[in-house]
């Protein structure tokens, strides 16, 4: 049993230290199943909430954006729709954009 733990360790240490991560720098190639979420016909527009945003926040959003703009994760918006968009700090100190789009979920043809 002993040396059962031992070997799983030892193989597990192999498979972190051959594990590297790297960051992407581009969304994948376009495919047939991508496409554009229709809005049922009487959708009528909100707005969100507007927070205001310290000056070192606001330059933090908009290098954010420009970041992910660039590499194609993100794109502007044809909606008239706004949401609230808040980010969550990651294990590794960097940060995930949360859209909330809940009124827009309610809103798409497929429901």
């Known amino acids: 049993m002993i040396e059962m733990k031992r070997e799983i360790k030892l193989a597990l240490r192999r498979t972190q230290t051959g594990l590297k991560l790297h960051p992407s720098t ?31 926040k606001k330059e933090e959003v908009q290098k954010f954006i420009n970041k992910h703009l660039k590499k194609g994760y993100i794109h502007p918006s ?34």
Request: with cysteine; hydrophobic share 35%.
């Open 26 to 56: 581009r969304m994948p190639v376009r495919n047939i199943w991508d496409h554009t979420i229709d809005l049922k016909d009487d959708f009528k527009a909100s707005k969100a909430r507007v927070y205001s945003l310290s000056r070192n």
């Open 78 to 111: 044809k909606s008239s729709q706004t949401s609230l968009v808040f980010f969550v700090r990651k294990k590794d100190e960097g940060k995930h954009m949360i859209v909330e789009r809940l009124i827009v979920f309610k809103e798409e043809c497929c429901w």
